[in-house]
Each structure stands twice: as structure tokens, then as C-alpha cells.
């Protein structure tokens, strides 16, 4: 994993960290959300890349919250 | 400079004149007589002021209407019907019905006699003094009529040798500040300098010592001169100082100035209004403008002294190109550096794809030229990855604000701190980062309203002379969360929240959801204070006194947001304003303290790759019409890369391109070597600067920037307010910074036809509801507005949110404290903060290319007693500074300011390289830097690491200028 891959799936945990102590059940599509709001393309191209390549060390819910994202 | 005898009202901004004592707020009106004239006056005018009002000048000189009345020259007398002798009009108060009259035959003679005296211990050379038309001790002089002295004094102060003898009373020159001398031989005592130092600057360097014919001005007792004083050199006495005994020197080399210009200050958020004062095109000095609505006459010692940057001969003022970075600069014209430059920008968009390039802008420049940036680069690149260094600074304080209440802006103006009881200053060093703002805190500090400090430094405002009750609450580094969840846990529990303010203005579900997070005892003080270090007792008395105390202000700086829970800890001081009911009011509110001139104004005008101007997102298609009508072109409605994405994007070889208009990232951001990486890898990188910067050791073009002295436009300062720069002097380098950007924009194929920067205003206007009713000449009536300014705020918005919030209700967060990855550990067992200090200005471009290096000729590493004895390190040693990242080398100075534990550094000076040992960790929200935590180890070191000495090799070469060809 290069280190650019690294730094995104820290970035999507450090996001998804936030959004699962947020009440209620909508901590997924808050992190896809806050994905789509402030992530290039080029960036989500990269995750949708290393989710095809089965990444280690994403947070579950950062890893549902990507496949969201990437889904599109 | 004469005054004018006419009649004003208060607010005229167009009118200077010194109205002898400060305005007084009652609403209560009083009429009285004078000279047979009636005036109506507020009650608690002075008999001065009010004849002031009504155009009759009673000569004075102890009295200046920035302070307040002293009454010791006696020179202002006057008589009022039915009263005995002689009052004092600066220190009596009107009363309704009173009759004054200013000029009887017993005040004229008494009048002369005070002149007399005071001009019988005074040389009499006035036609070589530098204050010679400029002096109010003259002026009075012909006020009163004086034609001879009739008795000479046996004793004076301002002849070195008397009767042949060393005369003890004179007291030679003190040349010692390099911005002002003090004469002591033409000071008449009126102690306006020692009253300015109290009450306008709050520092208190200033005394008289001695009594009677004896006293004299003295820079306190500790020290002999004035630079190895207390003295922050801000200039107030010298502005205060009738007579020429405080004088700028430049006044003193130039000559008084003939003519001025109102505009803006450069450095810092707190936007102060200065007069420009000049001759010709030379400025002469910088005084404090007394209309200012930011700083209400007063001044730093960088806007009033630090503007030589902009004459210094490090300034490149023609354009540069090169092929690759390891050659030498070649000077070029502006065409041909300009179609270097597109020729370049759109090659490497055929071969690498449209969005291959981007731009950062700056927050330094004007809202117009940030604005033309964005504009470039969205419209003519063609895609969204447009940045700004307010990324690295304040991008969680627009998303956590944004969130919680609505909009990402500070809620009050500056003028609301005089209302406040209780202050919390949280991760902020205003003293020496707003020093300013600093002034009017301590002003209200030493009116006994109460200060939290959290910060894990003992900063110097809790060290405010004649201040009331202070708290510190001294975190370790990384736990702002933590405290504050502390602080409303303590609120909550106890009771203490506004219940009808949260039950108006906020979700009231909502609201019980936090407390019952909040209540949990795992935020009670006592179980955060192993991880914060902040006793659990102090911390409980704090937040009581947060919640009973009045009026709650919030002030923060970078030590909230450049944090990996920057973003949570902004939502979390949003919580504690709501939950105390301190928002929508004066006195109250939620103040981001910024750093740069136009932090915020970068903010405002879209700098941010998922924003376009006015906080609105590129995939709002109502908004992107907007745009694409007006600008003819389609926009991309996906977000573009942040600075740290671009850098990334570079590294992995898909970003090949970069136009960085003022900002010099690779001393600014976060771990130097990633950004030199970054750099290194871009096929084009073009640096618009002033100087060559260190950024522009990677750069293939240099074009040339030019200083706010030089251009018109506006700033925005932290309290949202719009503040005309004026152009003093024609650029040197022949462009403004806005026209560079529209030379280059045209030459990719834009057809722009701005002549002036009114005309982009009057886009940003047309485009972004806050700023509807914003217009150059409404600027020029008013002096400046605070968005928003629109239909529903005519006259602009000084304090937010006072019927509702922005978005509705207002918003509670649940702040759950999450640790950074940066952890101490064996290797790196200490924590590192970074800061700045009072004379030097962020990465110290402009600052250290003046005679501010005097105060800070270098960073140097703070260090706790403890944590130096047991690495063996004494005062002054060189030391190795290292963490995971890198190392650098400073001296050490040995303090208590910080724990043990915690290190501290400044980052001005471009040798230490601080962001060399800084990590690449960011907050959550907005990958701004985790500037404020890096766990390092210090240790003995004979000097300069490799890395510095590389680096230093590296600039030297890249910094080569061939000479002009002929
Ligand atoms: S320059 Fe400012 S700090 Fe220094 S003595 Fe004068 S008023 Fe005080
Ligand atoms: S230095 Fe100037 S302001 Fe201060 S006491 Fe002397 S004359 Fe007055
Ligand atoms: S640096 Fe800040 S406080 Fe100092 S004069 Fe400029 S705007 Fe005012
Ligand atoms: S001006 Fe009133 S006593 Fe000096």
C-alpha cells in the first residue's frame, strides 16, 4: 500500500471515528456524505481502487460508508 | 497638523480632530452655555468636549480624547457661573443649565502664566525640531498669545551643561527602540505617554518618577532604555506625546508628512485602520486611524512600525522563468513570463487531463484577488482545485460553525468585549498574536471581568497588570475536547445551563440527548484529569465561573483548530456558548481569533475546492448557474483537492501544475518534506511573492507580488468586517497582484476587462447574497461594513444570530473525545506545541526584512526546568529537536511557562525549519494540520542538522539569479 493509501483510509476512519459516536443509526451515510462532500473524484477513484483490492484497515463502518461512495 | 474649527458629530469619519476627552455613551442629554453658544451634549461630557462640539477649542495638553482626563497642565481653565475659581474643562462634567465661559480676562492671564512656565524648561528650537508644525506644545504656545518668557529658570532639563557646570537634570536621548526615540529634554510632564501605555496598550512600561519639578517620564525602573524595557513598542505614547519628545524616526530622518491615505494593516486578523501618512510616494509613518472600528486608534508594533518589507531590496520586482528548479533564475519580461507560464499550464492539461493543475490563494491578498483566483481557476483551468492556507489554519472553525449555529463566521464585533464578565481564551496567545484585540481585553480585564485561560502555556495575558480573578487551566497538548467536555460536564451536572435560552433557541430533545452524554462520569473533571493534566478542583471552578458569571465570551485560535479534532473542539465550544445562553447578544458570542490579514476573506470568496463564494457547494446547481451565467462557462460540480490532497496527487504523479499567489506552503504547512516532495514532482510550479520565498526554491516561475501599500481592495478581519486597503504608492514591480492574475487568466484565453478591483467587488456582490449590498462607495462613506450586508441587513451585521440562528435552531453536538495518533512514547517522550510571538509575523517573509528582528532574531525552543536538567540542556544551548518525521536544531530557553512534558516553539524563521518535525496527522473534518501536537525528543547538539545544512545548499543554489542579459 503506498503511502497516499495509507493517508485516505486514516482520513476515512478519522471520519467515520466521528460519525459513529453521533446518535441515532446513520453513521454510514453521514461518512459517505461527508465523503462526497469534500473528496475529489480522483480520490474516491483511488478508494473504489483499493476496496477492488480488498484494503486492510478500514473501520467497518468507513469500509460500508466507501462502498457507498464508490458504488455511485 | 492643524485642527479644524468646525462643528462634528462623533462619527464623522471624515474628521481627525482631537475633541480633547473620549465621547461618553449616555443617553441622557444635557444643555448647557458656552460662550453664549448652546450645546446639547450627552450627560457625562466633559465641559471640554462639549465645547469642542460646539467649535470653540479650549487650549489644553494634558487632555487627548483617547484618554482619559487627567487635569494636571491646568492649562484648560475656564470659568462657570456660579461656581468658584477656575475648574479644569477637561475633567468637569457638563451639567444642564450650566454657563460656561472660556476666555475671560483672568483665564487668558492665567493661561499665560501655565505657557510660561512650561516654556522656561524648554529649548527654544523649535524651526530644527521634528516636530516643528506637528507639536502641540507650539500650537498652544500661539493659542495663548505668548510673546516673552519673563523669568528663566534657575534650574531646567534640556541644556547638557549648565553655568559651566554637567547639568544632572538633563538626561541625554534614548535611541535605543529602533522605531522611536525619547528625548527627555522636551518633555513637559503631561504624562499622556504613561497614560497611553496604561490604558490604551494595557502593557504599563511607562512611569513617573519623581515629583514636583523632578518627575520624569522613565521606562520603569529594571532596566535603563527604552528596547530592554517592558515596552512592546506598539507606539501608543508616541501618539499621544504632544511635543517631540516621543517621535518616530522616520519622522525624524523625513520630515513631518504631507498628505495621507486610510487603509488597512497586512498582518493580522485583527484588521486595524491605519493613516498612511507620506511625502510625495515615500511613507513616512503609519499612525493608527482613531476611526477604525477594529481598533479604535490604537496599534501592534507591525502595522504601525514593520512596513519596510515593502522597500526592502530582497523584493524581486521583475519576473523570473526557469526550465528546471537546479537552474538559475532568468529575469524576463511580463509577456514572456506570462506565455512561459500558459504555454506550460495547458500542456500539461493536454498530456496529464484538465485537472492535472490547480492554484492555492492567498490570504494575505485583497477579497478581489482571492476572488479572481478562485474565479481562474474554476473557470479557466477548468476544474475545482483551488486552496487556501486558511486549509491549515481556520477550515474547522467553518465547519464546526457551520454545523452547530449555521454559518461558519465569528459571531461579534471587536467593540463587543466591553461588555463582557467572563472570558475564555482557549488555544490563543492574543497578546502577541491580535495584540490589538489584546489592548481592549485587558482594558476590560482590568474593569474586573474575569479570564479562563486553557492553553498548555502560561500565556502572557494572565499576566495582565491590575487584572480581576484569572484562571489556567494548562492542558497537555491534544486534550481541548476533553476539557471542554470537563467544562460542560460540570455545567450540566450542576445545573448551571440557560434553560430558557436552549428551550428558545435551540432543539430542546436534542439538547437532553447531549446532557445525557454529557452527564456520563467519564467526562466528569476528576476522570478526565489524568489524561489532561488539569487539576479537576480549578477546572470545576472555571466552568462555574464561565456559567454565573454575566456576559460569556469565547475567544480561539489555532490552538483549537489545528487538531485532529480541530472540528469537534469548534462544535464543542458551540455547545458550551449555547448551553450558557452566551450567543446573540453584546458582550457574549463565539470569536475565532484569525490569523493572517484576510484569513477570513479567503474563506469568503471560494477558496475551497468544494466551495464557491459564500460557503456554497459546487454541487448546488442553483449556485453553480449563477456563476456559469455570469462567467460563460460550464463548472464543475464535483469537489477539487485540498492543498494535502494536490500534494499527494503530485507524489503519485497525477498533478503536474501549481499557481501560488502569495503563500509559501513549504515553510507554512505540515511536514516539510512531504511538501518538498509534492513540489519536486510538479512539472510546474509559479510563485507570485514578494520575495523569493522558500516555496520558490521548487518554483519554474517567479512573478513578482505587490505589498497592500500598492493596490486598492478590501480585507475581511475575523469580525467579518470589510475594510478598504487604499492605494498609497503605484506598485514597484509595475502590476497589483489582481492584475498578474488577469494577465495570466487572459493569456489561457479568459477576456477579462477589470480596470479596477470596485469592479470585481461589484461581481462579488452580484453573486453572493452576504455581500448584496457591498459597494466601494459605501465603503468610502463608512469606512467598512460587516457582512452580511444585504436587503435584510442594510447596514451590516455586527453581532449574528440575535433573533435565531442561521440555520434555525441551533444545533447540539455530541463532542466524544477521540486521542490524536500522535502519542508520546520511549523515542519521543515530550509534546510539542508551536506559536508565534508579537514582533514577527507567521513565517516572518516581510517581518524578518525589518528592524523587528531586534525583539526575535531567532525560534527558539521553550523548555520546562525539569525536562532540561534531566537531558542536561542549560539556557542558550543549541539542541536537537527530533520526532518521527525529522529533526532540526534551535537553542534552548529554560521556563515555567510550559509544564513539564511540553516543549514549545515558534515557527517564524525559515533555518529551524519547526514543520520539518511536524506530522502529516489532520483534523478529522478538514484535513487541516495537526500543527499543535508532535511528540518529539530533545537532546544535546553542537549545531545544525543535516537536513539544515542540505536544505540551506539547496535554496542558496536554487536562489540564483542570472544577471540581466544586456
Ligand atoms: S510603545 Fe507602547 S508599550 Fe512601549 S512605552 Fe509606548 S505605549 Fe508603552
Ligand atoms: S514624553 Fe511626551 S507624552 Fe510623555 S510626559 Fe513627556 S511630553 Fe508628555
Ligand atoms: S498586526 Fe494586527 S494588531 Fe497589529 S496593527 Fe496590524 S492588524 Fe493591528
Ligand atoms: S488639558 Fe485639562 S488640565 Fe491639562
Redesign the pocket.
Known amino acids: 500500500m503506498s503511502n497516499t493509501d495509507e493517508k485516505l483510509v486514516r482520513m476515512a476512519n478519522q471520519i467515520a471515528s466521528f460519525f459513529k459516536t453521533q446518535p441515532g443509526d446513520k453513521a454510514t451515510a453521514s461518512t459517505a456524505q461527508h465523503i462526497k462532500d469534500f473528496w475529489d473524484p480522483s480520490m474516491i477513484a483511488q478508494m473504489r481502487n483499493l476496496l477492488a483490492n480488498d484494503v486492510e484497515g478500514l473501520d467497518p463502518i468507513a469500509h460500508a460508508a466507501a462502498k457507498e461512495v464508490t458504488a455511485a | 497638523m492643524k485642527d479644524f474649527i468646525i462643528p462634528t458629530s462623533m462619527d464623522d469619519i471624515t474628521n481627525d480632530r482631537d475633541m480633547g476627552t473620549p465621547a461618553s455613551k449616555s443617553l441622557e442629554m444635557v444643555t448647557l452655555t458656552i460662550d453664549g453658544f448652546e450645546v446639547t451634549v450627552p450627560a457625562g461630557t466633559s465641559v471640554m468636549r462639549a465645547s469642542n462640539e460646539a467649535g470653540i477649542e479650549v487650549p489644553k495638553l494634558c487632555a487627548t480624547d483617547s484618554l482619559e482626563a487627567f487635569g494636571s497642565c491646568r492649562l484648560c481653565v475656564v470659568e462657570i457661573e456660579g461656581r468658584r475659581g477656575t475648574p479644569a474643562s477637561c475633567t468637569t462634567p457638563v451639567a444642564e443649565g450650566m454657563v460656561v465661559n472660556t476666555h475671560t480676562d483672568k483665564i487668558k492671564k492665567i493661561r499665560k502664566g501655565v505657557m510660561e512656565l512650561y516654556i522656561s524648561d524648554h529649548p527654544l528650537d523649535c524651526l530644527t525640531c521634528a516636530a516643528n508644525g506637528d507639536c502641540e506644545l507650539q500650537d498652544m504656545a500661539g493659542a495663548v498669545g505668548l510673546r516673552d518668557v519673563r523669568y528663566e529658570g534657575t534650574e531646567n532639563h534640556f541644556e547638557v551643561r549648565q553655568n559651566g557646570e554637567v547639568n544632572p537634570k538633563y538626561i541625554p536621548k534614548d535611541d535605543s527602540n529602533p522605531y522611536?526615540a525619547y528625548d527627555p529634554a522636551k518633555c513637559i510632564v503631561c504624562s499622556r505617554?504613561v497614560r497611553?501605555?496604561e490604558e490604551?496598550?494595557g502593557?504599563f512600561?511607562?512611569t513617573i518618577e519623581g515629583s514636583g519639578f523632578n518627575s520624569r517620564v522613565s521606562?520603569g525602573a529594571k532596566s535603563d532604555d527604552?528596547l530592554h524595557?517592558?515596552?512592546?513598542?506598539?507606539?501608543?505614547?508616541?501618539a499621544a506625546c504632544p511635543t517631540a519628545t516621543?517621535t518616530e524616526k522616520s519622522v525624524i530622518e523625513l520630515g513631518t508628512p504631507e498628505r495621507s491615505v486610510i487603509t488597512t494593516c497586512a498582518y493580522c486578523g485583527v484588521g486595524c485602520s491605519f493613516k498612511a501618512e507620506l511625502n510625495g510616494d515615500e511613507v513616512v509613518r503609519m499612525t493608527p486611524w482613531k476611526h477604525g472600528k477594529a481598533n479604535r486608534g490604537h496599534s501592534c508594533v507591525k502595522g504601525r512600525f514593520a512596513y519596510g518589507y515593502a522597500s526592502h531590496s530582497d523584493r524581486i520586482l521583475s519576473p523570473m522563468i526557469r526550465d528546471s528548479i537546479d537552474q538559475p533564475w532568468r529575469e524576463v519580461s511580463y509577456e514572456e513570463a506570462i506565455d512561459f507560464t500558459s504555454k506550460k499550464l495547458r500542456d500539461i492539461q493536454a498530456k496529464h487531463g484538465q485537472k492535472s493543475i490547480g492554484g492555492i490563494t492567498s490570504s494575505r491578498c485583497t477579497n478581489e484577488e482571492t476572488y479572481l483566483v478562485q474565479k481562474m481557476i474554476r473557470a479557466v483551468f477548468g476544474n475545482n482545485n483551488t486552496d487556501t492556507c486558511a486549509r491549515v489554519c481556520h477550515s474547522p472553525t467553518g465547519y464546526g460553525l457551520k454545523t452547530t449555529f449555521g454559518t461558519s463566521a465569528g459571531t461579534q464585533d471587536f467593540d463587543s468585549v466591553e461588555d463582557t464578565d467572563v472570558v475564555i481564551v482557549i488555544g490563543a496567545n492574543p497578546t502577541d498574536g491580535h495584540p490589538v484585540f489584546a489592548s481592549r481585553l485587558r482594558k476590560r480585564l482590568r474593569q474586573g471581568a474575569e479570564l479562563i485561560v486553557i492553553d498548555p502555556r502560561r500565556i502572557d495575558l494572565l499576566e495582565t497588570p491590575h487584572m480581576g480573578k484569572g484562571h489556567h487551566l494548562p492542558l497537555r497538548p491534544g486534550t481541548n475536547v476533553a476539557i471542554l467536555s470537563a467544562i460542560s460536564h460540570v455545567i450540566v451536572t450542576e445545573g448551571l445551563h440557560d434553560e430558557a435560552f436552549i428551550r428558545e433557541r435551540c432543539d430542546w430533545d436534542e439538547f437532553s440527548e447531549y446532557a445525557a452524554f454529557i452527564s456520563d462520569e467519564r467526562h466528569s473533571p476528576e476522570a478526565m484529569q489524568l489524561l489532561t493534566g488539569v487539576d479537576a478542583q480549578a477546572l470545576r471552578e472555571a466552568a462555574r465561573a464561565f456559567a454565573r458569571g454575566g456576559n460569556g465570551a469565547i475567544y480561539y485560535g489555532l490552538g483549537v483548530t489545528e487538531h485532529s479534532q480541530g472540528s469537534t473542539t469548534v462544535m464543542a465550544i458551540a455547545n458550551l456558548a449555547m448551553m450558557t445562553g452566551n450567543i446573540g447578544r453584546r458582550g457574549v458570542g463565539v470569536n475565532p481569533l484569525r490569523g493572517q490579514n484576510n484569513v477570513q476573506g479567503a474563506c469568503d470568496m471560494g477558496s475551497f475546492p468544494h466551495e464557491l463564494p459564500g460557503y456554497r457547494h459546487v454541487s448546488d446547481d442553483a449556485t453553480r448557474d449563477i456563476f456559469e451565467d455570469l462567467w460563460g462557462v460550464t463548472l464543475d460540480a464535483e469537489p477539487g483537492l485540498r492543498i494535502p490532497n494536490m500534494l499527494d496527487a503530485a507524489v503519485d504523479g497525477t498533478f503536474k501544475g501549481i499557481y501560488i499567489q502569495g503563500e509559501d506552503i513549504l515553510q507554512s504547512d505540515p511536514d516539510t518534506h512531504h511538501v518538498a516532495a509534492g513540489l519536486a514532482a510538479m512539472d510546474c510550479v509559479i510563485v507570485q511573492d514578494l520575495f523569493l520565498n522558500e516555496t520558490a526554491n521548487y518554483a519554474h516561475v517567479f512573478l513578482p507580488g505587490s505589498t497592500f501599500l500598492e493596490k486598492d481592495g478590501t480585507f475581511t478581519n475575523a469580525e467579518r468586517r470589510i475594510n478598504r486597503v487604499r492605494e498609497v504608492m503605484k506598485p514597484k514591480n509595475g502590476y497589483a497582484d489582481w492584475q498578474v492574475t488577469m494577465l495570466l487568466a487572459n493569456a489561457m484565453g479568459a477576456n477579462w476587462t477589470y480596470t479596477h478591483p470596485s469592479q470585481i467587488m461589484d461581481e462579488i456582490a452580484a453573486t453572493t447574497p452576504g455581500f448584496a449590498n457591498v459597494t466601494y462607495e459605501m465603503l468610502e462613506e463608512r469606512g467598512s461594513v460587516q457582512w452580511p450586508c444585504n436587503d435584510n441587513a442594510p447596514d451590516g451585521t455586527p453581532i449574528m444570530h440575535i433573533d435565531g440562528f442561521v440555520r434555525g435552531k441551533g444545533q447540539f453536538i455530541i463532542t466524544e473525545y477521540i486521542a490524536t495518533d500522535e502519542r508520546t512514547g520511549p523515542r519521543f517522550p515530550l509534546l510539542l506545541t508551536t506559536g508565534r510571538i508579537l514582533s514577527q509575523y507567521n513565517v516572518g517573509a516581510q517581518t524578518r526584512r525589518t528592524d523587528n528582528v531586534v525583539w526575535h532574531d531567532e525560534d527558539l525552543l521553550e523548555i520546562h526546568p525539569q525536562d532540561a536538567e534531566n537531558r542536561g540542556i542549560k539556557d542558550g544551548d543549541f539542541v536537537k529537536l527530533a520526532s518521527r518525521q525529522g529533526e532540526t536544531s534551535l537553542r534552548a530557553t529554560i521556563t515555567d511557562r510550559v509544564s513539564p512534558g511540553v516543549v514549545y516553539t515558534t515557527f517564524h524563521h525559515p533555518d529551524t525549519q519547526a514543520n520539518v518535525i511536524t506530522t502529516d496527522f489532520s483534523d478529522w473534518a478538514t484535513n487541516c494540520p495537526e500543527y499543535k501536537v508532535t511528540a518529539v525528543q530533545v537532546s544535546q547538539s553542537n549545531g545544525p542538522t543535516d537536513w539544515q545544512k542540505d536544505y540551506n545548499e539547496q535554496a542558496a543554489q536554487s536562489r540564483r539569479i542570472l544577471p540581466a542579459a544586456e
Request: proline content about 0%.
Open positions: 522611536f505617554c497611553a501605555c490604551t496598550q502593557t512600561a511607562l521606562f527604552a524595557s517592558d515596552c512592546v513598542s506598539c507606539g501608543a505614547c508616541v516621543l
